[in-house]
């Protein structure tokens, strides 16, 4: 006589969930591979191209109105000139987001512009020119006193910069959103015989600082 092996239900259906359980396991770690090699894939392409951050120069500034109204309300109208340049020669550039404003002594000067998005093709360069204004902008009641001072010393210093989101592009990969930002500083011209609210012009091209 034969025998006959019986297993019972709770015995099938240990089985048959250890056998779901390698099933998932087995498609989980071929996912986990498959997502890690592409990963590996994308960061070997990365050191091996390794991008270079943008460069930006100060090329034009011109200050058409700076000076006070009320009690320590400054209204500003200035337009300036970058220059931005991609140093990569297998690597673009899209930049999703640039804000540009002037400050002085540590203060802000103007309201923030707006440049519009542009891509940036491997060593290409860019002109970006802007008007920066303010009407009305609270500033330190030490403004005047500070700009007193710049004209007896003959020149006006201010900083222009810029602030934004850029995208590397290499082939038809295209990286996540970095930070930048950029720091000009402006030398002008600016004696006695000059009123404060007189036009300044610097043609003189400056490297700006720029970190990603």
Request: net charge positive.
């Amino acid at each position: 006589m034969s025998q006959i092996h019986e297993k019972s239900p709770q015995h099938c259906a240990k089985r048959k969930l250890i056998n779901i359980n390698k099933h998932h396991k087995r498609l989980l770690y071929t996912f986990t591979t498959f997502i890690l090699s592409i990963f590996l894939l994308i960061l070997l392409v990365w050191f091996i191209l390794h991008p270079t951050k943008p460069e930006f120069s100060l090329k034009e500034t011109d200050i058409y109105k700076l000076a006070l109204s009320g009690y320590h309300l400054l209204n500003s109208s200035i337009q300036i000139t970058l220059l931005s340049n991609n140093p990569n020669q297998k690597v673009g550039i899209y930049y999703d987001e640039i804000q540009v404003y002037a400050s002085y002594k540590g203060q802000q000067i103007t309201l923030d512009s707006s440049v519009p998005p542009f891509y940036q093709d491997h060593k290409d360069s860019n002109l970006l020119s802007t008007v920066l204004v303010a009407n009305g902008l609270p500033v330190d009641s030490s403004f005047s006193y500070e700009v007193g001072r710049d004209q007896m010393a003959g020149r006006l210093v201010l900083n222009l910069k810029a602030n934004g989101q850029l995208r590397w592009k290499v082939g038809t990969w295209v990286s996540g959103r970095y930070r930048f930002n950029v720091n000009c500083v402006a030398v002008l011209p600016f004696g006695p015989s000059v009123p404060a609210a007189g036009s300044l012009t610097s043609k003189q091209g400056s490297r700006c600082s720029t970190t990603v």
